[in-house]
């Protein structure tokens, strides 16, 4: 049954000024599983209205932290009641297997609660090293009302790196989730008004990136502005900032590395190399999309690596054996053929896959070139696609070159059992995360980040709360002295 959407804001169901909504159909089966309301200039500018009122006269920045904290404690309850329906509407509308669906539900919900308990944390400083009649303390304010855009692949676990951090804080925010899966969003905004959050402090306005993003992007009612998604669509959102000087923080695309060294155990390698390709079908931002392989074992483990592939099971997300579900659109899907076409013209060498499946959905077999050549483009551009690149190192100083040969700077996994090259290839890679021995972990309390050409800003840990705050600098005189001119 087709879920059909309006806008959520101001505590309550808004219709599209336009009448349009836009269906999204399910790349597994065709069928439309949803509709979303197409919002224009004046649903986004009334979202941004509200969360504007909200946060200037509303209850929400003016409460305790612990009256913040206990109000989304509950948010988080009725999260977690939630799980199953939440988790169907991402398996269905973004084609990812259920289980790993549930994970992602899951994941928002355990950083729902740490953000909650943020919330008594979130504290200043004093500074009593100013003179005896002098005082400073410096307080963290929040910054006001939080644009947030979203993408299609993680729409609730990416909602909930950046929703109740920035809710912790006190500001209240305006979510624009992604034309093709915007479902999560809405719902949760709903479960947000029943666990007691004041209207107006979580407003979601579905739609294009142009008109609801650029509104977003371009308000002078917006005081920060939170976005995840491409490179492209991340430096367009910079200059649009530049006319109101508006923070922004970015988390973008990557092309992270597994590291494999000849000392690694390698079955955990082979097990953290493909979870770290085919997640989401390979669509993640964190996708370990290169294999860089210690030429000593290279041939023995890219033949594991292939056979350990070949037993994937690609299919009905709805499975809960299926551990590979569909690519997001059509389109999307012949953009990663045309780069497995590229690579192949290349010359890099298909060991595995490289062809659409049947079985009716947008499936895509699982794909592994091997001796890629770093001039080759699937060794520098984010494919987005369930496509490992292995290329092969003798040292460690050229694996470390050939990770950092990247404009990205997200992730990289390093496997090894000597303790001094996990040390050194952490230190030295040029990325905002590094896993040993393991891959694409992360934890409510930890926080996530890019560099280069994946972003800047941090975000969940208290660093992800910290985000959504300024400073304010007060220094009081308790004594005689008024300034120096008096001294
Ligand atoms: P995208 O950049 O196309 O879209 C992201 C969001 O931006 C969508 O909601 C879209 O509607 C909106 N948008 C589009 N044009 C806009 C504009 N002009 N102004 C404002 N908003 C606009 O990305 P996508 O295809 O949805 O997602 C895939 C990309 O996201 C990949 O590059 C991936 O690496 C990245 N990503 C990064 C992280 C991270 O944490 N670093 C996490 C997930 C995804």
Request: with cysteine.
């Amino acid at each position: 049954m087709t879920r059909r959407y309006d806008h959520f804001f101001s505590g309550r169901e808004v219709k599209p000024a336009s009448g349009r909504y836009i269906d999204r159909r399910s790349p597994a089966t065709g069928e439309v599983v949803a509709s979303f309301a197409e919002g224009t200039h004046s649903d986004a500018s009334d979202a941004i209205a509200a969360a504007r009122k909200a946060f200037d006269e509303g209850p929400w920045p003016r409460m305790t932290g612990a009256e913040r904290g206990n109000i989304m404690f509950r948010f988080a309850e009725l999260i977690e009641r939630d799980l199953e329906r939440l988790a169907r509407i991402e398996m269905e509308e973004v084609g990812k297997p259920i289980r790993f669906a549930r994970a992602d539900i899951r994941g928002a919900i355990g950083m729902t609660r740490f953000a909650a308990g943020m919330a008594t944390q979130i504290h200043g400083e004093t500074f009593t090293n100013l003179g005896p009649d002098r005082v400073a303390f410096v307080k963290r304010e929040p910054i006001g009302v939080v644009g947030m855009i979203i993408p299609w692949n993680f729409p609730a676990d990416v909602l909930a790196k950046k929703l109740p951090y920035a809710m912790a804080s006190g500001c209240t925010c305006v979510v624009k989730p992604s034309e093709f899966t915007s479902g999560t969003a809405l719902e949760i905004a709903k479960l947000a008004i029943e666990a007691g959050v004041p209207p107006g402090v979580v407003n979601v306005v579905t739609g294009f990136g142009d008109p609801v993003g650029e509104v977003l992007t371009t308000s002078p009612d917006v005081n920060l502005v939170s976005f995840t998604g491409s490179t492209r669509v991340g430096k367009r959102i910079i200059s649009n900032s530049a006319e109101t000087i508006k923070p922004v923080a970015l988390e973008l695309g990557g092309k992270s590395a597994n590291i494999v060294f000849a000392d690694a155990d390698l079955d955990a390698a082979i097990d953290g190399v493909l979870f770290g390709i085919f997640l989401n079908t390979g669509q993640c931002c964190v996708s370990g999309s290169r294999l860089l392989v210690q030429d000593t074992i290279a041939d023995d483990f890219m033949a594991r690596l292939v056979q350990a592939a070949k037993k994937l099971k690609v299919g009905d997300p709805s499975d809960e054996s299926t551990d590979i579900g569909t690519m997001i659109h059509a389109d999307h899907m012949n953009k990663v053929l045309g780069y497995i076409r590229g690579a192949r013209d290349e010359g890099a060498d298909l060991r595995l896959g490289g062809e659409p499946l049947d079985g009716g959905g947008l499936y895509l077999a699982p794909t592994i070139f091997d001796h890629v050549d770093p001039k080759m483009s699937i060794f520098r551009e984010e494919v987005f696609g369930p496509v490992l690149s292995a290329s092969r190192f003798s040292t460690m100083d050229e694996a470390i070159a050939l990770a950092n040969d990247s404009a990205y700077g997200l992730a990289n996994s390093v496997w090894s059992s000597d303790f001094n090259t996990v040390m050194t290839v952490s230190s030295k890679v040029k990325s905002g995360l590094v896993w040993a021995n393991t891959t694409l972990e992360v934890a409510p309390q930890l926080p996530f980040g890019g560099v280069k050409a994946s972003g800047y800003g941090v975000e969940t840990g208290a660093a992800g709360v910290e985000e959504f705050t300024v400073s304010k600098t007060v220094l009081m005189n308790s004594g005689k002295r008024a300034n120096i001119y008096s001294l």
